[in-house]
């Protein structure tokens, strides 16, 4: 079973051919609205593999709040633990999409009210999980209180440090796993080098899209290749990794299997529009990694 304590957004997605620069006007191509937040996008990811999954969060008393718990209930997922907050509106992430990639602006909402207090009342949850998936779109003091009840318990915990300006190092030396991009690997120690993944063994996984990801086994550095696709949307694909990677290690995956899953399903992930959209089966995951050969 797999607990994911986080965001819950609505995604407002424009497309346009190019991006506009400060103080332009850009005409759009479309406007298109999905389902989205980090904690949302990898509670999806896990349970369209067919994992068991929970959601723990908090939106709005407002018709966002209500399509978005529908669209995780419509997706398998128990929406018993999630709050409805009388005094704000649910979480929207403003997102603009060109050129191959995309740019978001995240307006927290009802996501910044999901307090430790919360979380104090779902610890029977958390302590039963096989592992529980958190990021960094709700507020430190409550990604701090999972980490300590899940600690508590010996509950692994798989830490997504996004945004990483959030993270502190009590939460990276009390996850099982953490997973940042390079980008936010530099923006946590400095640096992105064999010298970090070494402090880290077989618990820093660092994503590199297209590339894959890296990790230390504690005797050598492990590049785990990626997959080349064609890019639709890059939206979502590092929440898609996160998911599938959790779904992988609670079903028992070797840790280079889990995130050999990971890449290929994050790679199916981009080849269609919006976060949730892309984020692939299981049957479609098996059939990618049929493609893949690693030493």
Request: hydrophobic share 35%.
């Amino acid at each position: 079973m797999i607990t994911v304590v986080g965001s819950i957004n609505m995604d407002l997605v424009v497309e346009s051919d190019k991006k506009p620069i400060q103080g332009e006007t850009r005409l759009g191509n479309s406007f298109s609205t999905f389902p989205g937040g980090k904690g949302s996008n990898q509670a999806v990811a896990a349970a369209r593999l067919g994992g068991k999954v929970n959601f723990v969060g908090n939106v709005g008393r407002d018709i966002f709040g209500k399509e978005l718990q529908e669209n995780l209930s419509n997706e398998g997922i128990n929406i018993d633990f999630i709050s409805i907050d009388k005094n704000k509106r649910t979480g929207v992430a403003t997102i603009i999409v060109s050129e191959g990639d995309n740019s978001i602006i995240v307006v927290p909402g009802a996501n910044y009210n999901l307090t430790p207090s919360n979380v104090q009342h779902v610890k029977a949850l958390l302590a039963s999980s096989d592992i529980v998936i958190v990021q960094l779109e709700i507020l430190s003091e409550t990604v701090e209180e999972v980490l300590n009840i899940c600690h508590e318990q010996n509950v692994p915990v798989l830490l997504n440090p996004a945004p990483a300006s959030s993270c502190t190092k009590k939460m990276i030396d009390m996850a099982t796993y953490i997973t940042p991009n390079e980008t936010e690997c530099i923006e946590l120690f400095g640096e992105y080098s064999e010298e970090i993944l070494k402090e880290f063994p077989n618990k820093l996984i660092v994503t590199q899209g297209e590339a894959g990801a890296t990790y230390y086994n504690g005797s050598e550095v492990v590049q785990v290749d990626g997959y080349k696709t064609t890019v639709t949307d890059t939206t979502g694909a590092g929440d898609t990794f996160n998911g599938s990677f959790g779904f992988a290690i609670s079903k028992g995956f070797a840790f280079k299997e889990a995130i050999q899953f990971a890449n290929a399903s994050a790679s199916l992930s981009v080849e269609r529009l919006g976060a949730q959209r892309g984020m692939p089966s299981l049957h479609e995951v098996k059939k990618r990694l049929e493609g893949l050969e690693n030493d």
